[in-house]
């Protein structure tokens, strides 16, 4: 298997997860909860009786995540490894800098709103592509 395409799967499920896994739930009833996308606009079932119109720290999640996957996307070894982990770095500061701000704002709730592990989930997946770009680095490969 190419070592590219690990990279490319790997930033497609993270670009799905953002669309699908849920970041923040309900304390009292885990249905409802927000996934990144809801949270950025202010959408879905945790948002309907706020008016917040959405949190732009997660939709540069989504920006941070975008850049990643045109360049793991585009044409083979045009990209180098070492602006794939730049970006993978870049990627798991925002995530962990989201965790914290929603960590903080979520304590303003009293409780009624906690974070998922599914957080850690995508920490783990950007250190393990932080670890494989930096690897393929130190090996010299491009493909």
């Known amino acids: 298997m190419k070592k590219r395409t690990i990279i490319k799967i ?3 499920v993270l670009f799905v997860l953002f669309f699908t896994l849920p970041l923040v739930q309900c304390s009292q009833d885990s249905s409802i909860n927000a996934t990144g996308w809801e949270i ?3 959408t879905g ?3 309907k009786n706020i008016d917040t119109g959405g949190y732009p720290l997660a939709l540069v999640l989504l920006v941070i995540l975008g850049m990643l996957l045109i360049c793991a996307l585009g044409p083979a070894n ?5 602006m794939l982990r ?3 770095i870049v990627g798991l ?4 800098i989201f965790i914290t701000v929603a960590y903080s704002k979520l304590n303003e ?6 974070l998922t592990p ?3 989930f995508v920490v783990a997946i950007y250190a393990g592509m932080i670890g494989f770009t930096q690897y393929c680095i130190r090996q010299g490969m491009e493909d």
């Open 10 to 12: 790997g930033v497609l």
């Open 40 to 42: 950025a606009t202010g």
């Open 45 to 47: 079932d945790l948002f």
């Open 78 to 82: 045009e990209v180098p490894f070492s």
């Open 86 to 88: 730049n970006f993978s």
């Open 93 to 96: 500061a925002a995530q962990i």
């Open 109 to 114: 709730s009293r409780g009624a709103f906690i």
């Open 118 to 120: 599914y957080n850690w």
